[in-house]
């Protein structure tokens, strides 16, 4: 990961290209190339990342990617960061606190009806025990999905949409079925 200030802001790109992973570095140039498809008359260019978690890895590369592009074309942006695990969301609020660009939204990118009828079913994954993050691991979280929102232990379905996507980067490991 990154060790950028939260004050993004402040930061000249060099010293970030400095202090953060190469990773970082390579997949702001990867996410600048797909920011270049985006109908030139879109301004603001609103991005949706799906899977914030902390916003350090992918949040910062596509935050990168979108000043290099504002630079370029003068062109405004927005990144909407959705995560709904709780932690995570508020450590991304935190870190992106001071830049007025990124807004993070505890949510799933779903509604109920959607997660029924798409998701749920759908679940593909091992049948053994062996593995961390098997089907059953799968079923008794997604079962349990209404009290733990009600819980606050997971964040509610989508219902911030603060602009139309221009793109959406849907960024998640464990709970992209």
């Known amino acids: 990961m990154c060790s950028v200030p939260h004050a993004l802001a402040r930061t000249h790109q060099h010293a970030l290209i400095v202090t953060c992973h190469v990773l970082t570095v390579r997949s702001a140039v990867l996410v600048s190339e797909a920011i270049s498809w985006v109908d030139r008359s879109r301004n603001p260019i609103c991005f949706w990342e799906v899977g914030t978690a902390e916003g350090k890895g992918t949040t910062l590369s596509v935050v990168l990617a979108l000043e290099g592009e504002q630079k370029q074309t003068g062109r405004g942006w927005r990144v909407v960061g959705y995560e709904a695990m709780p932690e995570a969301a ?15 939204v505890q949510e799933f990118v779903l509604t109920g009806d959607d997660f029924e009828n798409y998701v749920f079913p759908f679940i593909e994954g091992s049948e053994t025990k062996l593995e961390p993050l098997n089907r059953e691991f799968y079923y008794k979280f997604y079962g349990a999905i209404e009290q733990q929102q009600q819980a606050g232990t997971l964040g509610g379905w989508l219902k911030t949409k603060p602009c139309k996507p221009d793109m959406v980067l849907i960024d998640s490991t464990r709970f992209a079925h």
């Open 90 to 104: 508020n450590k991304a609020r935190r870190y992106w606190d001071d830049y007025g660009n990124v807004q993070v």
